[in-house]
């Protein structure tokens, strides 16, 4: 398994609360992994503490290590805002900029610092939207507010934002908790059809969904990395009891 990040005796606080206990985990490039496990574990903490976002929590910090390629992006020398360029975070309720639908994409592409002129910004907008599966349902509507979007096609709007940066993690926190069935649908495959492009780790709290997109599972339970290994061998063989628990619906 070739790693896109590497955890190294990771822990977690909030003020003097511990939220994240000497994690150790390796996350497998251009490979959904899924982070699972009830609520309160600490998922959504470990998700962001990949891109440096936790630390935008009052009173938050971390000790140890997160090496995205191979850099500890907790080093004193690192750019805080190009490691949160390198590895995008997908929300769990879609955050739409209070502008157009095509204006959204295109701060992505500004963000990235993309420099051409009017009609390659469009080719690009119109890249990103067919990469979230958006661009059939707004080609005609594209200077129409982003609010004007259903939430589902508002979710997948973020996803083109965020593609639009050019990164190279994605990272999904419960990204269809707030979505009905359907455009959880959109959502989910849209993810499946960009693991070949981008390494993806996706935080649920649906066992279903986590089967449905795992390649590489890691199983949490306050604030400790219980197990983890290919999704295949966590689900249909768990070693450790507190995992073959939760599988089986008793937490």
Same mark, same amino acid.
């Given at each position: ?12 606080? !909030? ?6 206990? =000497?994690? =150790? ?44 390629? +191979? ?10 805002? @190009? ?7 997908? #929300? ?14 295109? !701060?992505?592409?500004? *963000? ?6 009017? #009609? ?6 119109? $890249? ?14 594209? $200077? +129409? ?19 639009? *940066? %050019?990164? %190279?993690?994605?990272?999904?926190? @419960? ?12 959502? %989910? &495959? &849209? ?6 492009? !981008? ?5 649920? $709290?649906?066992?279903?969904?986590? &089967? ?5 599972? *890691? ?8 197990? #983890? ?6 689900? =249909? =063989?768990?070693?450790? @009891?507190?995992?073959?628990? !939760?599988? @089986?619906?008793?937490?």
């Amino acid at each position: 398994m070739e790693s896109h990040i590497q955890v190294r005796d990771l822990n977690a606080f !909030y003020g003097k609360t511990q939220a994240l206990r =000497n994690i =150790n985990i390796e996350i497998p490039r251009k490979q959904i992994t899924v982070i699972m496990g009830p609520s309160g574990c600490g998922k959504t903490t470990l998700l962001k503490t990949f891109n440096r976002f936790l630390e935008l929590n009052d009173g938050a910090s971390v000790t140890g290590e997160v090496l995205v390629d +191979e850099q500890n992006i907790y080093a004193r020398d690192v750019d805080v805002t @190009e490691v949160r360029k390198r590895v995008g975070l997908l #929300a769990q309720r879609p955050a739409p900029l209070p502008m157009s639908i095509y204006e959204n994409v295109a !701060y992505g592409l500004h *963000i990235h610092q993309m420099r051409s002129g009017k #009609a390659a910004y469009k080719e690009a907008v119109r $890249h990103y939207l067919e990469l979230s599966g958006l661009w059939d349902e707004v080609k005609k509507r594209l $200077h +129409e507010p982003a609010t004007s979007l259903s939430i589902g096609q508002q979710q997948r709007l973020c996803l083109a934002r965020g593609l639009a *940066i %050019e990164p %190279e993690v994605i990272l999904g926190d @419960e990204p269809t908790s707030a979505l009905d069935p359907i455009s959880s649908q959109h959502i %989910e &495959k &849209k993810l499946l059809e960009l693991k070949s492009q !981008y390494t993806t780790v996706v935080v649920t $709290h649906t066992l279903r969904q986590a &089967k449905r997109l795992a390649d590489y599972a *890691i199983f949490m339970y306050l604030g400790e990395v219980v197990e #983890a290994g290919p999704a295949r061998e966590v689900f =249909n =063989n768990p070693q450790q @009891e507190r995992t073959k628990a !939760y599988l @089986e619906g008793l937490f």
